[in-house]
């Protein structure tokens, strides 16, 4: 029965990938024990996960967390992570077996100071494909998930329920949902192109629109009701399996690069994603996920903030671009 650690204490969007693993693992593993090392708010949104058999909190605090990776010893650590915070936890770290991803050749001098092994990085275009290689030294032939397989996300029944609740009381059976803010703002949908989303989808197609983002962003949802002609409901909500049933529940999610379409192909919902300076994470088997874009020269720049200053990437892109792509879905 071995016990198996994922290691993943970073963004939301990749500790959703990591915890997806362990379904893969307690499918060929069934007598596994899979534990999952990841921050407080990522624990939250995964806890669901049936395959999950227990979380260690990090705290970001280098002695707390050390103490925490030794008061048990595992079989294996898979660090998805594999950056230079992660070196200190990992090398203190009471595991057999310390595995890792080698994404450039330096990283070979990791071994053996920090990981007993290092798997090479696939490339496949999806990082949930790519984080399966990890799993071939625990003799899962990840050849016939890669390209194929694509990551769950799980809610429990109880919290379906209490969302279908709030959405009965608002009288929604039917709604686009729209996530419009993202981390930075060579992310965020500007508020006039939500506005314009939210014009065309009541006006033209009758829909009901749901605006939603964390309660610290109920201002930027507000701004936005206040541009359109219509009246989009807002709903914030702090438990983001809360939110994730809110995507469930939709007719379609438009979306910025960012969790909510993630969770989207987790849940084998359609989505629109408008692209500012960050590519999209798209597997190839998934025609459900749409994307917007500008062609520019600067595109995908990957910056907090526009270089340029003008955010012309997503300034220049038009409610009824959006629409287009959307459209199979809202039919």
């Not at 990776?69 to 203190?92: P, S």
């Not at 983002?213 to 909500?237: F, K």
């Not at 520019?296 to 038009?318: A, N």
Request: aromatic share 12%; net charge neutral; proline share 6%.
């Amino acid at each position: 029965m071995p016990d198996i650690l994922l290691f993943q204490p970073g963004a939301l969007g990749d500790s959703f990938f990591t915890s997806a693993l362990a379904d893969l693992i307690k499918r060929d593993i069934p007598e596994s024990r899979v534990f999952f090392y990841t921050t407080g708010a990522s624990a939250s949104m995964v806890k669901d996960n049936p395959n999950i058999d227990g979380f260690l909190i990090h705290s970001g605090n280098l002695i707390k967390d050390i103490s925490t990776l030794r008061k048990r010893k595992f079989d294996y650590l898979l660090d998805t992570w594999a950056i230079g915070d992660a070196y200190y936890r990992v090398f203190f770290a009471k595991a057999s077996e310390k595995i890792a991803i080698r994404k450039k050749d330096s990283e070979k001098y990791l071994v053996p100071v920090v990981y007993t092994k290092q798997v090479p990085f696939g490339r496949y275009g999806y990082v949930f494909w790519d984080r399966m290689e990890l799993l071939r030294p625990l003799g899962i032939d990840v050849s016939r998930y890669i390209k194929s397989e694509l990551p769950v996300y799980h809610i429990s029944e109880e919290i379906k329920e209490k969302v279908k609740g709030l959405l009965t009381e608002k009288g929604l059976d039917s709604y686009v949902l729209l996530a419009p803010k993202g981390m930075w703002k060579t992310k965020d949908i500007p508020v006039n192109l939500a506005a314009g989303i939210v014009d065309i989808l009541e006006r033209d197609f009758g829909l009901k629109v749901v605006l939603s983002a964390p309660p610290s962003d109920r201002d930027y949802l507000e701004e936005i009701a206040r541009y359109t002609q219509g009246s989009p409901e807002i709903i914030t909500l702090s438990d983001i399996r809360e939110f994730g049933a809110l995507i469930y529940f939709s007719k379609h999610l438009i979306s910025v690069e960012s969790l909510p379409y993630h969770l989207a192909v987790g849940l084998r919902k359609s989505a629109t994603v408008v692209l500012g300076g960050y590519p999209v994470w798209k597997p190839e088997n998934y025609p459900d996920l749409e994307t917007v874009n500008i062609d520019m020269d600067c595109k995908f720049c990957t910056k907090h903030t526009c270089p340029r200053g003008d955010y012309r990437c997503l300034v220049e892109i038009t409610p009824e671009m959006i629409i287009t792509k959307a459209e199979r879905h809202l039919v």
